[in-house]
């Protein structure tokens, strides 16, 4: 018979031969999972015995993890906002520096105005659903081209009661009308095609589409900000968020598409994040 404290043990160990930075935290995960049990039962309860079918539960799960697929999909949720979302493979796993992205919006944009938002590339639904959850009177539009997506965002604003979310299938903007939209966010892919990143931990298991753009990393965020002047009334503001090293031609792509007031902003580890101007 195994009882928590070992099996917790036997992952942990397991765990701590791979690249992972915490392998007791993923081994909690884990064992919670398994044995739909939580957290509070492992700390007061090490004694306890599981049962054969929460121990090989336990085991299959250590099997993927220990292939590399990220904790995210295993587990088939992933915190952000401070709300919980359902992902699988289908949908990049939402990033806390993502998390800078709803940060400006909300500071940005009047709380009171029903205004007019789409999310493009809404994925998970992540960054759609945290400001549809924050601003009951703003009405957000998720637009996301993989129907995969598009279903696991839809379970995230229907268990979230958003019914201020409306989700469409749409290539970037392509389906929007014009003048219609008093904001744009969007966290495109950007990851430069063969960025050795793309072969490295959690990346490896995600969808290429929401991560590689183009040589540089930049055909999407080209795409947008093109697109996005069209359809926004004027004050009309756009947000995106690209890669560290990539600040100064975003904030090109935005002064060449006519935006004005453009500026920069920095995630927590002090990188360039997300850029944003006015229309
Ligand atoms: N920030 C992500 C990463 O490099 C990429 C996300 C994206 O392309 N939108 O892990």
Known sequence: MTTIRQALHETRCALASTSTNS?????????CEAAGIDRTTIIAWPERTLEPAQTARLRALLERRLTGEPMAYILGRREFWGLAFGVGPGVLIPRPDTELLVELTLAVLSADLPLVCADLGTGS?????????????????GIE????????????????????????????????ARNSLDAIVANPPYVCDGDPHLRQGDLRFEPSAALAAGHDGLDAIRIIVGQAPLCLRRPGWLAVEHGWDQGEPVRGLLEQAGFEQIRTH??????????????
């Open 23 to 31: 392998p007791r935290l993923e081994a909690e995960l884990l064992l």
């Open 125 to 141: 639904g992540a960054v759609a659903c945290a400001l549809a959850h924050e601003r009951r009177r703003w009405r957000l539009i």
């Open 145 to 176: 081209r993989s129907p995969d997506a598009l279903a696991i965002a839809a379970a995230n604003a229907e268990r979230l009661q958003l019914d201020n979310l409306h989700l469409l299938r749409g290539d970037w903007l392509a389906a929007i």
């Open 266 to 279: 920095r995630d927590l580890t002090g990188h360039e994040r997300v850029t944003c101007g006015f229309t």
